[in-house]
């Protein structure tokens, strides 16, 4: 697109200006923020706050809703919330004015809210939609846009498609009519919290808990929601409680991060706390911290999700449990141990959350739902207050012990290279596998581009061994990044932890860029 001409019709003085400014001085900011629009898929939309076609504004999100309305028609009702970063406060209104314009009923929930909150809110008041503004555990810098269906989940295809013609087919932003007519103040917190503090059952605990919201809007909610669900030795990070939109103790926002959970450890060694829980800046996402030796050992994404599926499996009579492709295969064991049914997904709660029957789901990315009938998306909140109660019971360490001792030790690890060559190198790895990992003979090779066991077609390698060791390589669908998920079953924690680490260095050797090609892995 032509900058000048985006520039006349922005309806934002400030970025306005920018671009102007940049066409003044030729500046290459021109290339970097008019490579192109950002395209609306199944997560929405996400990017750096700023001007230009290329980022997250005023002009940008006003054309992006004016496609969705196009999609859903007048009549219909739509919830819409926001979190705390840069920009999610004007989103937020521009969204709701042109929705309104557009004859949708917008049932507005107050600013700086978890995504759960918004999630929860549309299912409760049946509405046909939702909008959450927010780019979840991505950088300060950025901004996004997440759209739910009347299901209760995001958004799936086609509709990613449909809405993303229909944004095309919208004309210049300064164009596009906006009121304030439709626009209703909602809010659902009291109804959220209550039935949230009702998944715990014991009416009191003394388990000392260290906090963190990691700068986000989850602090004040999840605080609350111990609170009430008895837990009252809690103890939030004082200088990451409160939003900030700078992220300025960490240097991602994202608690999975090496260094993301170092002022929580602090808190917690300085007050005696016996276990950290923290939350990601939308707090959709939960992490979880036990005392190891003199120090913490946050638990995986996998291993929370075993832990949580084996308590809620252990009081289910019936049900689904559900876990993405690239979470470990450890849950369908315990499925099948309680007598219920486990289901396999694509990565995404749009995918899992969407199972019926689902009773719990979880990936491996520090998602959980706990509670499906009442959020149909991954709860960060939700997750805290069962394990809290969990770990009020039994200790955490232990209990992973007792289901390896049913199963054997399901270890997983993660390996990911930043590159915006990700399917160019996924694309060579399908087409020369490797044939022996870790000594191992590589036994099966699937491309997932051609679907497997029932699942659609998706971007992606599995790999399986001898050894029983699994792999599983894809592109991220939301950063330029290359995706590894690494899975050993052993008979010891030490062993397979060993074995583990073999895999991963043998897995990035395989993965180093040739000369002149993208930056090596790292194991984050």
């Not at 046909?128 to 846009?145: E, K, L």
């Not at 911290?289 to 999700?305: H, I, K, Q, T, Y």
Request: include cysteine; charge should be negative.
């Amino acid at each position: 697109m032509d900058p000048a001409q985006w520039a006349a019709h922005d309806p934002d003085p400030a970025t306005r200006a920018e671009v102007l400014g940049w066409l003044a001085e030729d500046s290459l900011q021109l290339v970097d923020r008019f490579a192109g629009p950002l395209l609306f898929g199944t997560a929405g939309i996400r990017g750096p706050v700023g001007a230009g076609e290329s980022a997250m504004n005023i002009a940008t999100v006003t054309r992006t809703t004016a496609g969705l309305a196009a999609w859903l028609g007048p009549g219909t009702r739509v919830v819409l919330g926001c979190d705390a970063r840069h920009g999610s406060a004007d989103f937020r209104q521009v969204t709701a004015e042109v929705l309104s314009a557009a004859g949708i009923r917008v049932l507005l929930l107050p600013a700086q809210l978890p995504t759960p909150l918004t999630a929860f809110a549309l299912r409760h008041l049946g509405a046909d939609a939702a909008v959450m503004i927010t780019a979840s555990h991505n950088p300060a810098d950025d901004n996004g846009y997440k759209v739910y269906d009347r299901s209760g989940s995001q958004i799936i295809p086609p509709a990613d498609v449909e809405i993303a013609t229909a944004i095309e087919a919208v004309g210049w932003a300064d164009e596009v009519p906006r009121s304030r007519e439709n626009i209703e103040q909602i809010d659902v917190l009291e109804e959220y919290l209550a039935r949230a503090a009702a998944l715990v059952d014991t009416p009191a605990h003394d388990l000392p808990i260290v906090v963190t919201a990691l700068h986000g809007v989850g602090g004040g909610m999840l605080v609350e929601a111990l609170a009430r669900a008895g837990f009252h030795d809690v103890h939030p990070v004082v200088e990451q409680h409160r939003p900030d939109p700078d992220f300025p103790t960490v240097r991602f926002p994202n608690p999975e991060e090496p260094g993301a959970l170092d002022l929580a450890y602090a808190t917690a060694d300085r007050l005696g706390a016996r276990l950290v829980l923290a939350v990601d800046p939308d707090a959709d996402r939960c992490s979880v911290a036990v005392p190891e030796g003199e120090g913490w050992r946050r638990l995986s994404g996998d291993e929370v999700g075993a832990l949580l599926g084996w308590e809620i499996a252990s009081r289910t009579e019936r049900g689904v449990l559900a876990s993405s492709i690239v979470s470990s295969r450890l849950l369908g064991r315990i499925a099948a141990h309680h007598g219920l049914t486990h289901e396999t997904t694509l990565t995404g709660f749009k995918w899992i959350a969407r199972v019926p029957g689902l009773v719990y789901g979880y990936e491996e990315a520090l998602g959980y739902c706990t509670d499906p009938h009442a959020v149909a998306d991954k709860d960060g909140i939700t997750a805290c207050l069962r394990v809290a109660e969990l770990a009020s019971r039994v200790d955490l360490e232990d209990l992973l012990t007792e289901i390896a001792g049913h199963f054997g030790w399901y270890l997983t690890a993660p390996l990911t290279l930043r590159t915006t060559q990700a399917p160019a190198l996924l694309a060579r790895l399908v087409a020369t596998p490797p044939t022996v990992i870790g000594a191992a003979p590589v036994t099966r090779v699937i491309d997932l581009s051609a679907g497997h066991e029932g699942l659609p077609p998706t971007s992606g390698l599995l790999l399986l061994t001898e050894a029983d060791d699994r792999i599983i390589i894809r592109p991220s669908g939301t950063e330029p990044k290359l995706k590894c998920y690494l899975e050993v079953i052993s008979d010891s924690r030490a062993a397979g932890r060993e074995r583990l680490e073999v895999l991963r260095g043998e897995l990035a050797e395989l993965l180093r860029p040739r000369p002149g090609a993208a930056p090596a892995p790292s194991s984050g």
